[in-house]
């Protein structure tokens, strides 16, 4: 050990000098180190306020997915039920058009059988009204026949009426008496010949107009024949025409309920259409929510190992906290041991101090 | 989110404050030995004893807590990038669950639009259809019809 006082003296000053050092470091190290798990502490604070909030919110997406599954399960059962419904108005609006249509062709068909009667009788009443005029001619012809014989009677009956006023004349001239005193009454021989003549003249013209007249009555009965095949033909058609014109208004009616069919099932078709759209949309959204479930649930799961890393974090801060105080603790007792030491040391360098200044003396 | 960088900066602090205290302990060990290397009587020894070899174990002790604090920090870094990228990838699947949210919505919405549509249309239908079908099955009656019959007369014969 040196005894000079001045290195004695150099060496306490460099002790001095470190042990301040020294301690001032604990100092500095300490509050850096004391700082720095602060920080720590805080960060784990905050991360867990952090964890804790994404926790919830990811409990709070698991709620919402879970009610959006039943929401697009709940719109696929209603459009479901849509599209049951304009499956069945399809259905319906379909069977209603093919009665129409049946319908219509049904009296199509009636028209068709009535439309070939009309024609049938359309062409036996042409045959019969020919038959009629053909028969009216003939009626006529026997008619215009018959003026000759009528006028033949009424010329040997005027001279019948001539013949018989003659002889009615001659009858009433007055008689003669004769020589002998019998009466003579006059002479109409001459008168009643001619009347007999008349006669036989007017039973002639007679039987001519009795021919005459029976050409007339068969050509009126061919008349009234024709006429009847007339009437009976005439009233053929009208039955047919009434049943025509009948079935047209009915193919008419069919016509319109046909197209009134079609618009409902057109309508319906567009409605079924929609239906599917609406069931594919609820579907979508069935696809999406098991998406959103899947999400919410990893999040849930990343959440949870937030937490669990984030309570990992504190733990390290908190064990940081800890040792950092322990750090603290050691520190202060070390500054304390270097000043005793210090002490110490300036003690014994007195001691040697004195030491040498007294025998020095 | 600096979480981590956070306590990244709070971990180079705390390297750098025990790297210092690391320095500066052998240092001042350095310079006790070094002075009680001046002289080597019993007064040294007892010195050594009484004062530095206590303070020797507390450098011990110090670096122990010294590395202790490493190895905490080292365990707070790892679990705060853990938390921070489960946290990132929750906030990236809770972005994606307002995506699809959005997505549910919009197909709730259309279908709901749509069936309340179906509904609407479908509604009129059966009655309406019931009146065809009455109308069609009024039309298809049918009073029925015979013709007239043919004339069958000797009039034909008169062609």
């Given at each position: 050990m040196p005894t000079d006082p001045r290195q004695l003296l150099h060496i306490l000053e460099d002790l001095q000098h470190f042990i301040g050092d020294w301690t001032r470091t604990l100092g500095s190290v300490v509050g850096d180190a004391g700082g720095a798990v602060e920080m720590v502490r805080n960060v784990a604070n905050d991360l867990s306020a952090a964890t804790r909030a994404q926790q919830d919110a990811a409990n709070d997406m698991v709620q919402r997915a879970a009610q959006m599954r039943s929401q697009a399960a709940q719109a696929l059962q209603t459009a479901q039920a849509a599209l049951?419904?304009?499956?069945?108005?399809?259905?319906?609006?379909?069977?209603?058009?093919?009665?129409?249509?049946?319908?219509?062709?049904?009296?199509?068909?009636?028209?068709?059988?009535?439309?070939?009667?009309?024609?049938?009788?359309?062409?036996?009443?042409?045959?019969?009204?020919?038959?009629?005029?053909?028969?009216?001619?003939?009626?006529?012809?026997?008619?215009?026949?018959?003026?000759?014989?009528?006028?033949?009677?009424?010329?040997?009956?005027?001279?019948?009426?001539?013949?018989?006023?003659?002889?009615?004349?001659?009858?009433?001239?007055?008689?003669y008496t004769d020589q002998n005193g019998q009466y003579h009454p006059p002479n109409t021989g001459p008168q009643r010949a001619a009347v007999g003549y008349a006669q036989a003249a007017v039973a002639r013209a007679q039987a001519e107009v009795a021919a005459a007249q029976a050409v007339i009555d068969v050509a009126q009965g061919r008349m009234d024949m024709a006429q009847q095949w007339v009437g009976l033909t005439q009233a053929r058609v009208e039955s047919a025409q009434a049943r025509v014109k009948m079935c047209e208004g009915k193919i008419a009616q069919a016509a319109s309920l046909i197209a009134q069919a079609q618009s409902l099932l057109n309508a319906a078709l567009t409605a079924r259409?929609?239906?599917?759209?609406?069931?594919?949309?609820?579907?979508?959204?069935?696809?999406?929510?098991?998406?959103?479930?899947?999400?919410?649930?990893?999040?849930?799961?990343?959440?949870?190992?937030?937490?669990i890393a984030a309570a990992h974090v504190s733990n390290a801060a908190q064990a940081l906290a800890s040792a950092s105080h322990a750090f603290q603790g050691l520190s202060g007792s070390q500054g304390e041991a270097a000043a005793r030491a210090l002490g110490e040391v300036a003690k014994i360098l007195e001691q040697l101090l004195r030491f040498d200044s007294s025998t020095s003396l | 989110m600096q979480f981590a960088g956070t306590i990244y900066e709070a971990a180079a602090r705390i390297?750098?404050?025990?790297?210092?205290?690391?320095?500066?302990?052998?240092?001042?060990?350095?310079?006790?030995?070094?002075?009680?290397?001046?002289?080597?009587?019993?007064?040294?020894?007892?010195?050594?004893q009484l004062h530095l070899q206590s303070q020797r174990e507390a450098m011990?002790?110090?670096?122990?807590?010294?590395?202790?604090?490493?190895?905490?920090?080292?365990?707070?870094?790892?679990?705060?990038?853990?938390?921070?990228?489960?946290?990132?990838?929750?906030?990236?699947?809770?972005?994606?669950?307002?995506?699809s949210t959005t997505d549910v919505n919009e197909f709730l919405d259309n279908s709901h639009k749509l069936s309340t549509r179906v509904n609407t249309d479908t509604a009129s239908l059966p009655a309406e259809i019931r009146a065809v079908d009455g109308a069609v099955a009024q039309t298809a009656q049918d009073i029925g019809w015979k013709p007239k019959p043919t004339y069958e007369g000797p009039a034909k014969k008169f062609l």
């Open positions: 049951v419904r304009a499956q069945q108005a399809v259905a319906q609006a379909q069977q209603s058009l093919q009665r129409a249509q049946q319908m219509q062709q049904e009296w199509e068909a009636k028209r068709s059988s009535a439309q070939n009667e009309l024609d049938a009788a359309s062409t036996e009443l042409r045959a019969a009204m020919q038959t009629a005029q053909a028969a009216a001619r003939d009626l006529a012809s026997a008619r215009e026949k018959m003026h000759a014989p009528q006028a033949a009677l009424s010329g040997a009956r005027g001279s019948l009426a001539s013949a018989n006023a003659a002889l009615a004349a001659a009858a009433a001239a007055p008689g259409d929609t239906a599917e759209q609406a069931v594919a949309r609820a579907n979508a959204a069935m696809s999406a929510a098991a998406v959103a479930t899947q999400q919410a649930a990893e999040a849930k799961a990343r959440a949870d190992a937030a937490a | 390297e750098e404050a025990t790297a210092v205290y690391r320095f500066k302990a052998r240092q001042i060990a350095s310079e006790y030995d070094d002075v009680t290397g001046r002289w080597g009587d019993s007064r040294a020894r007892q010195f050594d011990d002790e110090g670096e122990r807590l010294c590395r202790q604090l490493s190895e905490l920090c080292d365990a707070a870094k790892r679990s705060a990038g853990e938390a921070e990228q489960q946290l990132s990838a929750c906030f990236a699947l809770q972005s994606e669950f307002e995506a």
